[in-house]
């Protein structure tokens, strides 16, 4: 094989490597940004060891950016009816992004040449580390979520008891149920990983999100009854724990309505 033949091929085959991890299924939540910076580096490089023949590395590009997300896509199934059809919008866009940053390279490095053939060298080890990258980041990615949820499940488990504590404190000095989801009191008395000052002011009667969790506090009567509820933004990829609890200090793992807006804990599965 020639060495522009080899170069395109390469090419190719690092631009379709570098997506997948965009589209793997649990996900590091990667935009396309990386993908973009190895596609214009492989244009760069293989562009300057075919001596500035450029337009088939950004036909490569675009080939490649096309193949690598639609198989990406056909081998994770998107989770959500609405992310599915977007997914051949986000292949265009991708493709077309990757043909404008291919373009662009080409023509900034259309002219540099090599003193000598010495110089070969350090771009040859450079387009392999370029077309590792993809591989790299696939082998990285279950360990590396694994980490993500494993911290995600301590930190939310140590905001949800700090935040129980907290309204059982409320409840116990004030005697005011109005007081239990007032989040200035609540702040007062809580003690975990910290909330933002918005945060405070809007988890009554709503979700705010930390670290990967919803966090969410419902004063439901005026006789003292409340619900605690903590879940992961999006089921494997931030957590598989859940949180609830309510007024009567038992706590369980999902709620439902009794009479709206009436919501109980129910308790965990054995």
Excluded at 103 to 110: D, K, N, Q
Excluded at 117 to 132: D, N, Q, T, Y
């Amino acid at each position: 094989m020639s060495t522009g033949r080899l170069l395109v091929t390469l090419s190719l085959a690092g631009s379709a490597l570098a997506w997948w991890p965009v589209a793997m299924k649990p996900s590091l939540y990667l935009t396309g940004g990386l993908p973009l910076v190895i596609v214009a580096l492989l244009t760069a490089f293989s562009t300057i060891l075919s001596c500035g023949h450029w337009p088939r590395f950004m036909v490569s590009s675009g080939v490649g950016t096309f193949v690598g997300l639609w198989t990406g896509w056909a081998i994770w199934q998107p989770t959500h009816s609405i992310a599915t059809s977007y997914v051949l919008l986000g292949i265009s866009v991708a493709t077309l992004a990757a043909l404008l940053v291919s373009l662009t390279v080409g023509l900034a490095v259309r002219k540099v040449s090599l003193p000598n053939e010495g110089w070969r060298v350090p771009f040859w080890i450079s387009l392999a580390c370029c077309l590792a990258t993809g591989p790299i980041a696939l082998a990285l990615t279950p360990s590396l979520i694994a980490r993500r949820v494993s911290r995600n499940e301590r930190v939310a488990a140590e905001r949800f008891q700090s935040l129980k504590s907290a309204v059982e404190q409320t409840k116990a000095e004030t005697g005011n149920p109005r007081s239990l989801c007032d989040g200035s009191v609540l702040k007062s008395h809580y003690s975990g990983p910290p909330f933002s000052r918005d945060d405070w002011d809007l988890m009554n009667g709503n979700y705010v999100i930390e670290d990967g969790y919803f966090f969410g506090i419902w004063c439901q009567d005026e006789n003292g009854g409340y619900t605690i509820d903590a879940r992961p933004e999006t089921a494997i990829d931030d957590g598989m724990r859940e949180f609830c609890t309510d007024e009567s200090g038992r706590v369980g793992c999902s709620l439902k309505s009794r009479t709206w807006p009436r919501k109980i804990c129910v308790a965990c599965a054995q």
